[in-house]
């Protein structure tokens, strides 16, 4: 099983073969009206291997790209991904887990607090995952657009409707899968419920889902076309209240931006270490409240406008969703790349501009 440090080290040792087997620019086509070019790798195939001439080199190759990262993997990853509803309200911070995702959501709940739906796939780890808490219907949307296994503690009346009966590949810890979580006795409830992968994929198994799911195909590049494009290597978002400003300032040694909320830094409880992005996605899209709990329907498919910030700097695009598939960022026609590792999305409300709740420097 691989820790956080190994997946970083990881990072470092094969930065010369994703330089030379994954290099493409923004303007390569594919995905969302664009033809691909030879380089393209809109379509990286779990089996991609690292180029031969890194091998030359005698820096050790990756036999396999993760699907979801872009990062260099010694395993093939074929497991289904587990979509796991992340508790984001103070006391639950630090949380367990969000090092080792490979690509978060954030996105508001009721009264205007914030929840986590984390994707994870790629990295193997015995460490707990949690605080869970309960799913809402565009959770369940943005987790079933991976094919993930969707993991939480009950549900909204909503998303409870949607769940059950439907075939869905569903663990709720309150309805069909208690014996699959765990309650933390040092932390109050109901900022105390965990699981881990193994627990969670036994679950899975248990209740007859499948192992294996049709997983979207992403477009990497750890060499982006960003010219042109501002400098943004300090970043704020406002979602809705004061109590959920999140921050992110990249490191240009690490290639990476980290993140803090509310001034203090986020970290991981299971290892101490502040949580990282190599890109970080921006979409405005419409909420609607509909009950007198102020409920959510957030519209995950129309598309708007979105920003993309990746080394340092900031793309203005938009986001666009075709029936199945997932959220795709699109300039000029032409479908964007990520730089390999962890993607942050953040889900913000259209009522207000973009540029006026994501600040940049």
């Avoid at 440090?5 to 923004?26: D, E, H, N, Q, T």
């Avoid at 881990?196 to 198994?205: H, Y």
């Amino acid at each position: 099983m691989k820790s956080n440090i190994g997946r970083k080290m990881m990072r470092m040792a094969f930065g010369a073969a994703l330089a030379a087997g994954l290099a493409v620019s923004a303007a390569c086509g594919g995905g969302a009206g664009g033809k691909p070019s030879a380089a393209d790798t809109s379509a990286p195939a779990p089996n991609r291997t690292a180029s031969a001439s890194t091998e030359a080199s005698g820096t050790p190759t990756a036999a396999f790209i993760a699907p979801l990262t872009g990062m260099p993997v010694q395993e093939e990853v074929t497991k289904r991904p587990l979509a796991v509803m992340i508790n984001n309200l103070k006391p639950a911070r630090p949380q367990s887990g969000l090092s080792q995702a490979d690509i978060v959501w954030e996105v508001l709940a009721e009264g205007g607090i914030t929840r986590l739906v984390t994707i994870f796939q790629s990295s193997a780890f015995s460490d707990p995952i949690g605080p869970i808490r309960s799913i809402r219907p565009y959770m369940i949307d943005i987790g079933e657009s991976y094919g993930a296994v969707l993991v939480h503690a009950g549900a909204s009346n909503d998303a409870l409707a949607l769940l059950q009966h439907s075939g869905k590949a569903d663990l709720d810890e309150i309805n069909n899968a208690g014996a699959y979580f765990y309650r933390d006795k040092s932390r109050k409830a109901p900022h105390n419920l965990y699981s881990t992968q193994e627990k969670l994929r036994e679950g899975a198994v248990k209740l007859g889902h499948s192992e294996t799911a049709n997983v979207p195909q992403l477009r990497f590049s750890s060499a982006p076309d960003l010219s042109g494009t501002e400098a943004a290597t300090d970043v704020q978002v406002k979602f809705q209240l004061d109590s959920y400003k999140v921050a992110y300032h990249y490191d240009p040694a690490k290639g990476l931006y980290v993140r803090s909320i509310n001034g203090e830094p986020h970290t991981d409880l299971n290892n101490g270490e502040q949580l990282t992005a190599a890109n970080l996605v921006m979409i405005s899209a419409k909420h609607r409240v509909y009950d007198n709990a102020g409920r959510l329907e957030i519209d995950l498919k129309s598309g708007g406008d979105a920003l993309l910030f990746q080394q340092g700097h900031v793309i203005a695009c938009e986001w666009k969703r075709e029936k199945g598939d997932i959220v795709r960022l699109v300039k000029d026609g032409v479908e964007l790349p990520f730089v390999p590792g962890t993607t942050y999305y953040h889900v913000i409300p259209n009522s207000s501009p973009l540029a006026k709740l994501v600040t940049y420097q």
